[in-house]
């Protein structure tokens, strides 16, 4: 990048979210409808959504609360489906460790799949970056995603039952996900991932409480960084 | 869309919100905040860069095989949106592009289809 001010790496952040827009804002309308259908106030919505900003998870819970499951299950099972915030954590450590806790936490608070996946691709590009560049780079990717998510939950839960199921808004999630899956596909490693993840998924998805998807994102960790173990020893360029 | 089954109990929707805002802000804060800037080992390392690559697709598969709104039932055209996000993706390598071939193509066939 051509300046080394805090400044830019901000406003790139901004500009790598800002597809997300189109995304976050049907996948959180969805949320609050769903949720208000299940029996949540707008409130206990909106305190929810603000508390976790986690949609995949948040939508299990509700799920699984409307179906009567015990309380420990609920938390159990959306926790799990939370669980790849961790590897995120664990993940970002080498390039946002080293930045003020206030800063770790407030980027543990506004972590979202996108933010991640914007956030990693840049500090891989842009190796020269200081850690404030790189912390000032992901607050600029959460700034229009996470205040948007939370607006239009509440959009969602106020507008309630009057957005039809043939706008067919369940598939918004599946579809953001899948399409940061082509600029993430760089190597045969990260296709060893993907492919080996899939399978490993769809095996076990007769298990419960989504330990399927679990192990299916370990067995690809594992398959994609054993494919760049046998790439690299027959020295390949990955 | 969500089967009402039963009246949610407000303890245990509190609980379930507090306890999901406290454990999923751990998960997050987790080795950010415990580890630091200490280096990881290269083996560590070496699994954490497949992370993205492998937990989303293994959370989406089920999701597109299995769509909620049909019940789990196989639907083609949400089967022949998540192929085309896929194949706009990975072509040319643009998100932006790859949601809305995968939009027009879900409601496309949804339209000749549903």
Same mark, same amino acid.
């Given at each position: ?9 901000y406003w ?6 800002a ?13 609050g ?5 299940a ?10 959504t ?7 998870a ?6 699984l ?15 799990a489906?939370n669980?790849r915030?961790?590897? @995120? ?20 608070w506004?972590?979202v799949?996108?933010? @991640? ?5 840049a @500090? ?9 560049q790189?912390?000032s780079?992901?607050f ?9 998510w939370?607006?239009f939950?509440f ?17 918004a ?11 993430m596909?760089r190597?045969?490693?990260h ?30 960790m594992?398959?994609g960084?054993?494919v ?8 390949m360029?990955? | ?26 998960l ?12 990881l ?6 699994h954490l ?23 789990g ?13 896929v194949?706009?993706?990975l072509a040319?390598?643009?998100?932006i592009a790859?949601?809305?071939a ?6 496309l066939g949804l339209?000749?289809?549903?």
């Amino acid at each position: 990048m051509n300046t080394k001010t805090t400044k830019s790496p901000y406003w790139q952040g901004m500009a790598a979210g800002a597809p997300f827009v189109l995304v976050i804002v049907p996948f959180s309308v969805l949320f609050g409808v769903v949720a208000t259908e299940a029996g949540l106030s707008v409130f206990e919505t909106m305190v929810m959504t603000t508390l976790v900003i986690a949609g995949a998870a948040q939508f299990t819970a509700v799920q699984l609360l409307s179906e009567g499951a015990p309380t420990l299950i609920v938390l159990a099972t959306a926790l799990a489906v939370n669980l790849r915030m961790a590897m @995120y954590s664990a993940s970002l450590t080498p390039h946002l460790g080293a930045a003020p806790v206030r800063h770790k936490a407030l980027i543990a608070w506004l972590m979202v799949d996108q933010a @991640y996946a914007c956030a990693s691709l840049a @500090y891989e590009r842009n190796p020269g970056w200081s850690v404030a560049q790189k912390a000032s780079f992901y607050f600029g990717t959460v700034s229009l995603i996470v205040p948007l998510w939370c607006a239009f939950t509440f959009v969602g839960a106020v507008l309630g039952e009057a957005i039809p199921p043939e706008f067919a808004l369940d598939f918004a999630v599946p579809i953001t996900f899948l399409a940061m899956m082509g600029p993430m596909l760089r190597t045969r490693a990260h296709m060893a991932a993907a492919v080996v993840a899939i399978t490993v998924s769809l095996v076990l998805a007769f298990l419960p409480y989504s330990i399927g998807v679990l192990v299916g994102g370990l067995a690809g960790m594992i398959a994609g960084a054993e494919v760049e173990r046998q790439m690299a020893r027959r020295g390949m360029v990955i | 869309m969500t089967e009402i089954g039963t009246e949610i109990g407000t303890g245990a929707l509190w609980t379930v919100i507090i306890g999901l805002g406290a454990g999923s802000f751990l998960l997050r804060f987790s080795f950010l905040g415990l580890i630091g800037d200490r280096d990881l080992p290269a083996w560590v390392l070496r699994h954490l860069r497949y992370t993205g690559v492998a937990v989303i697709p293994a959370l989406v598969a089920p999701l597109v095989v299995w769509p909620a709104a049909t019940d789990g039932a196989l639907d083609a055209p949400r089967l022949m949106a998540a192929l085309v996000t896929v194949a706009v993706g990975l072509a040319f390598r643009n998100v932006i592009a790859a949601i809305l071939a995968g939009g027009a193509s879900l409601y496309l066939g949804l339209y000749l289809l549903g």
